[in-house]
């Protein structure tokens, strides 16, 4: 099993994925809450990008915290002891810096935004597999309504 995305260094799909199902029993066993963001680059012509937004993310979250390239241009995170406004103000913050920050391709400089979609364990959906295809149905209603949006289930 790969355990990293070479080209962004964040983990790649298959070992984030057991991560989550680790982290996921954990959870359950010690009744604690979770959370996992799922994070999409609106706008990009190639994956020369990727590495930066990948950066980007990382210096958003806790060192504890786990990203993951999930595929082409998206991304996981698992965010550890995380209840849905922590998640939420993660999700704006990595938002507002990729919104704001100035991507450097073939010399010039381009503005980039993301879609941020996440939930919570157990708040959201009370399995595992719920909780990362929970995440993903928010990006998509993020990216649905105009992109550069933070979404997450209502309670």
Same mark, same amino acid.
């Given at each position: 099993m790969e355990m990293l995305d070479p080209m962004t260094s964040a983990l790649s799909a298959e070992f984030f994925?057991?991560?989550?199902?680790?982290?996921?029993?954990r959870a359950m066993r010690y009744t604690y809450f979770f959370s996992v963001l799922a994070v999409e680059i609106d706008?990009?012509? $190639?994956?020369?990008?990727l590495a930066t937004l990948a950066e980007?993310?990382?210096? $958003?979250?806790? $060192?504890?915290d786990i990203i993951g390239r999930i595929d082409h241009r998206r991304f996981s995170v698992i965010l550890h002891h995380a209840e849905t406004q922590n998640t939420y103000s993660v999700g704006e913050r990595i938002r507002d810096q990729v919104e704001n920050y100035n991507f450097v391709l073939k010399n010039?400089?381009?503005?980039?935004?993301?879609?941020?979609?996440?939930?919570?364990?157990?708040?959201?959906t009370?399995?595992?597999?719920?909780l990362l295809l929970t995440a993903h149905e928010m990006l998509q209603r993020a990216k649905s309504s105009g992109g550069n949006k933070v979404y997450l289930p209502e309670l």
């Open positions: 994925k057991f991560l989550l199902e680790s982290e996921g029993k706008q990009v012509e $190639n994956g020369e990008l980007l993310i990382r210096k $958003n979250i806790r $060192n504890t010039s400089h381009h503005k980039r935004t993301v879609s941020v979609g996440g939930a919570c364990f157990p708040s959201h009370p399995d595992i597999q719920g």
